[in-house]
């Protein structure tokens, strides 16, 4: 299989992206965003899905982290995107369920071509490392936007806005890790023969 490796930046009047992915690599990463939490998470994705990364960001934080974290997902699922391809030969389908400490999440994506979230919040507190909690479910629609995948998170329980997101951070990976898994096969995994 050719290396999956893709690239995308973008530039508006609010934000200033770049991103580099490579699916198969070894979750090394290089994150700065300017927003340290979101830093700590995108290296958690990178590492618990074994993906190389290095993203920067500069972006209109003086305003709030909305628009910096919005254009990173967006950002962030071109390029990954871009490097599976045609997705031949994929198992297209990954989940996952992670705890961290009192905290639980579950996330199922599938990189069927059609974005969707599904994103049950109900215990997540108003404000998490500063930001409203809002903050999160936009990254993730723009996220599966972008990415063109489905993505179903469902923050079980908790009570620490840290851990929760953590635990999603971790269990996205996992299940990214597990739906880009190569299987050898030259076909698509889809019984239509395409992934549109």
């Not at 996952?96 to 999440?105: G, I, N, Q």
Request: hydrophobic share 45%; net charge negative; aromatic share 8%.
């Amino acid at each position: 299989m050719a290396k999956r490796f893709g690239a995308y930046s973008r530039e508006t009047g609010e934000t200033r992206v770049a991103v580099e992915i490579t699916i198969d690599g070894k979750g090394n990463a290089a994150i700065d965003t300017g927003f340290g939490f979101a830093d700590h998470m995108l290296n958690l994705l990178a590492f618990w899905a074994g993906f190389d990364l290095n993203l920067t960001c500069r972006g209109d934080l003086e305003v709030d982290a909305h628009h910096t974290l919005e254009d990173v997902a967006i950002c962030l699922g071109e390029a990954f995107r871009q490097a599976l391809g045609e997705r031949v030969g994929i198992e297209r389908v990954g989940d996952a369920r992670v705890p961290m400490d009192e905290a639980l999440c579950d996330v199922v994506v599938d990189l069927s071509g059609r974005p969707y979230l599904v994103y049950r919040e109900d215990v997540l507190p108003p404000v998490i490392a500063g930001e409203e909690k809002d903050l999160w479910r936009e990254f993730f629609k723009s996220l599966a936007i972008s990415a063109r995948m489905n993505l179903h998170i469902h923050f079980v329980y908790g009570q620490n806005g840290h851990h929760l997101v953590e635990a999603a951070f971790k269990a996205l990976g996992l299940a990214l890790r597990r739906a880009t898994a190569a299987h050898g096969s030259s076909r698509v995994p889809s019984t239509k023969g395409s992934l549109d």
